[in-house]
């Protein structure tokens, strides 16, 4: 069984622009997490779906966004790219079936701005 | 706001000395704690969960960790830890509006 994939693995861009960032779930899973994962601050909640809906959002400002696909694969979007932005994001999925949601993380997306 | 504190950053520890990684959070009611691990190169995995029930909870490779309501910690513990215990390791209790808040991380490195 495949697990969560992310891709692509290292993405470079530059201040100012736009990046987009790929998820694909474990197959039957139908939530999805977001997390940015700086370094010295741990992992940091971005963004939840599940069934193709935003169910909550973290701290972040409005330029970061995404979708889930109907096949609960699911997109990050960083616009206005800043410097700070630079950190591994993980993507990981869940069965949505209540408090007992183990979390199967991808391998990530290291984004670098310069 | 909620919160979850991991005090130990970094952690260097002979083979077969004890371990013992604080986890505290700032939230009361009924909690769900997680404790995942990152062995270098591979993806983050579950070490070990709490729902309810008895507060010391086993999970894989002999850690384990203590529920203290009272102290709202979730620490967790190894014996003898071992070469291969070298990762980081994160405590992420279940928040229902943010799912997991997991903490900074503590890297733990076993020296052989």
């Known amino acids: 069984e495949a697990g969560v994939t992310q891709s692509p693995t290292h993405l470079i861009k530059t201040r100012g622009q736009q990046a987009t960032l790929r998820c694909s779930p474990i197959?039957?899973?139908?939530?999805v997490y977001w997390y940015q994962q700086a370094l010295g601050l741990g992992l940091q909640f971005l963004l939840w779906?599940?069934?193709?809906?935003?169910?909550n959002r973290g701290n972040f400002p409005p330029r970061f966004s995404g979708r889930q696909f109907p096949n609960y694969s699911s997109e990050l979007n960083v616009n206005a790219l800043e410097l700070e932005d630079s950190a591994l994001y993980l993507c990981?999925?869940?069965?949505?079936?209540?408090?007992?949601?183990?979390?199967?993380f991808g391998s990530g997306t290291q984004l670098s701005v310069l | 706001a909620q919160s979850v504190s991991q005090h130990n950053h970094h952690v260097i520890l002979s083979e077969a000395a004890s371990l013992e990684l604080g986890c505290n959070y700032s939230?009361?009611?009924?909690?769900?704690l997680f404790w995942y691990v990152q062995y270098p190169g591979q993806h983050l995995q579950l070490l070990l969960k709490?729902?309810?029930?008895?507060?010391l909870v086993k999970g894989i490779k002999g850690f384990e960790a203590e529920f203290i309501k009272s102290k709202f910690s979730f620490n967790l513990r190894k014996p003898s830890v071992q070469w291969s215990d070298t990762a980081e390791y994160f405590c992420?209790?279940?928040?229902?509006?943010?799912?997991?808040?997991f903490g900074t991380g503590t890297r733990l490195k076993v020296l052989a």
């Open positions: 990981a999925s869940s069965l949505y079936s209540g408090i007992d949601e183990k979390l199967f």
């Open positions: 197959s039957g899973h139908t939530s």
């Open positions: 779906y599940d069934e193709g809906e935003e169910r």
């Open positions: 939230y009361g009611g009924t909690v769900n």
């Open positions: 709490y729902f309810s029930g008895d507060p």
């Open positions: 992420a209790p279940y928040s229902g509006t943010y799912k997991y808040i």
